[in-house]
């Protein structure tokens, strides 16, 4: 069964002020670039709504956790994180090329840029990421989920105020060319973290084994366990960022009574909760079966 929560789960009331906040300004942000013709401000607005989703899908996460697993969905709905991740990931993958290209075309035409517009949304987006993150600053103590939010609304301030310098340095030098530098290194700096994103989420949908297990590592110290004669059959994955799962075959040395078993299995969830983080053990017992005796079969 999943965790349950009270009625008010943890952070739900915050993360929905951080939402609305940071979907207000991301939307006033791109209707600023288009009125301003700044493609910086554009590229800001982006990276305020990989917040949005970044806090959309800590919300999902803490509303889907509150719910029962059912005969249908034995699972629950604990792939629904990242599968919203990939696809998030994957969109702004696509506009932060495109915003890319355009800077770079641009450059070489250094247009006219309303640095009003630019100057004054960039400081809005910075007190709006501030009192979002505040907002959160309290439930991200105990929840990893939110803290990677409240981290995020951190990282994403950063860029409002390098947008705020720009709009600063266009008002009273007019460099307009600093539009296109803003724009490529807000790009980059979007795809980074998308494709860190895209590449963790399909690692999880195709059911990879987790970053940082080791299969060979795991099946050794599983063997050294008294009781237990050979791992095998084994399979690691990960429903989402939180809950890593293990099922494997294990030969014993010999037909253990179903009591001394379960010790011999708690034994074996204590070493794999303690060392690798694997919440969820599926033991088959075996003695006599033939069968092939591979790590991975």
């Excluded at 493609?39 to 709504?49: F, G, I, R, V």
């Excluded at 969109?91 to 290209?101: D, E, S």
């Excluded at 599926?282 to 069968?291: A, L, V, Y």
Aim: glycine letters at 6%.
């Amino acid at each position: 069964m999943s965790e349950h929560y009270h009625t008010h789960p943890l952070g739900e009331k915050s993360l929905k002020w951080s939402i609305t906040l940071n979907l207000l300004i991301s939307l006033s942000q791109g209707a600023g670039a288009v009125i301003s013709g700044s493609y910086a401000l554009l590229a800001d607005a982006l990276h305020n709504m990989t917040d949005v989703f970044s806090l959309v899908i800590s919300f999902i996460a803490v509303k889907l956790g509150s719910k029962r697993n059912t005969l249908k969905r034995t699972f629950g709905y604990q792939r629904a994180e990242m599968m919203a991740a990939f696809f998030n990931s994957l969109t702004l993958i696509l506009l932060g090329g495109f915003l890319i290209f355009e800077g770079v075309f641009r450059w070489k035409k250094e247009p006219i840029i309303s640095y009003e517009w630019v100057i004054w949304l960039a400081v809005a987006s910075i007190l709006i990421n501030a009192v979002s993150a505040l907002l959160l600053h309290r439930d991200a103590k105990a929840s990893i989920n939110i803290k990677s939010s409240y981290i995020h609304l951190f990282t994403d301030m950063l860029t409002s105020i390098a947008v705020f310098v720009g709009g600063l340095m266009m008002k009273y030098f007019g460099w307009f060319w600093v539009d296109s530098l803003l724009t490529i290194l807000i790009a980059v700096f979007l795809l980074v973290q998308s494709f860190g994103i895209f590449y963790r989420s399909l690692r999880s949908l195709l059911m990879f084994t987790p970053k940082g297990i080791d299969l060979e590592q795991i099946v050794n110290d599983i063997n050294t366990v008294s009781g237990i004669k050979d791992m095998h059959h084994v399979h690691v994955w990960e429903m989402n960022d939180h809950s890593i799962m293990l099922e494997a075959h294990i030969d014993l040395t010999k037909d253990f009574r179903t009591s001394e078993f379960e010790k011999i299995l708690l034994e074996i969830e204590a070493l794999l909760l303690d060392n690798y983080g694997i919440s969820h053990v599926n033991i088959q017992p075996e003695i006599f079966k033939s069968d092939s005796k591979q790590i991975i079969a």
